[in-house]
């Protein structure tokens, strides 16, 4: 008996999110978690106002994995920072209970659309882009109100066109993993000579790429770490991808900030620390992690 559905298509209420909206936040999941929060602002039945006037909605990094099945609850709290440190999201709590940390989500309007006018030149391609019709004719796409349908194309012409890269959509808006820029930082930071194209460093960086970490997150568990192992020889010879981009990760991201007032390692020169082990031959199971 021939098949007329699958699980894996829609056969329940989905999770809408514009590309355009995709492209000014520059990750996918932010804007899908942003439209979520939308939702469930609107809805009459959820959320309280704030002492500034805003209605907020309340959810745990839990109940939002519920929501984001996808995502770790750890790229979930980093995509909240990410969209409150872009001032798109307000936090602010409610709760009647005073030990209760729980946030409570707003949106400021006025910066999104601040966010999207500055990118209206990237979203106006959405709108209007000439694009070659396979017998040499051109036509129109239209806006995102109108459904035209997709010119035919040849399979000689599939092939050279895709490789390219095109303008203005949510799959451009993940960067490429920075494995060499990683490591590098990581040598500057150590004196040592790590490999960016080893498999298991390029597991580990990918993994937490994959949990919505990016560069900065990387140089800050960097910069972390360095300053508080800088004078322990025990502890430097763990600075190293194996301890830095493993499970710890997070706490590693999230420990206190740098004291401003000492000096943090910038470059290598600690090896005499290591009483001549190279930090590069301890094996793996020897990690305390």
Known sequence: MISNSSPLLINESPLQVLPSLAVALGNINEAIILQQIQYWLKNPKSGRLGNDGRKYIRDTVSEWNIQFPWLTERAIKTRLKSLKDKKIILTANLNKLKYDRTNWYSIDYDALNKLMQMHSEETSLWKVKKLPYQKGRNFTMGSEETSQPIPKTSSKTSS???????????????PPIPYKEIVDYLNQKTGAKYKATTKPTQRLIKARWNEGYRLDDFKKVMDNKAFEWQNDSKMWK????????????????????????????????YEEMLNGTNIQDIPDDQLPF
């Open 160 to 174: 050279e066109t895709s490789t390219k890269k095109y303008i203005g959509t949510a799959q451009d808006a993940e």
């Open 238 to 269: 763990y600075m190293r991808p194996a301890t830095l981009f493993g499970s710890k990760f997070d706490d590693y991201l999230n420990s206190n900030d740098l004291d401003k007032s000492r000096q943090k390692p910038t470059t290598g020169g």
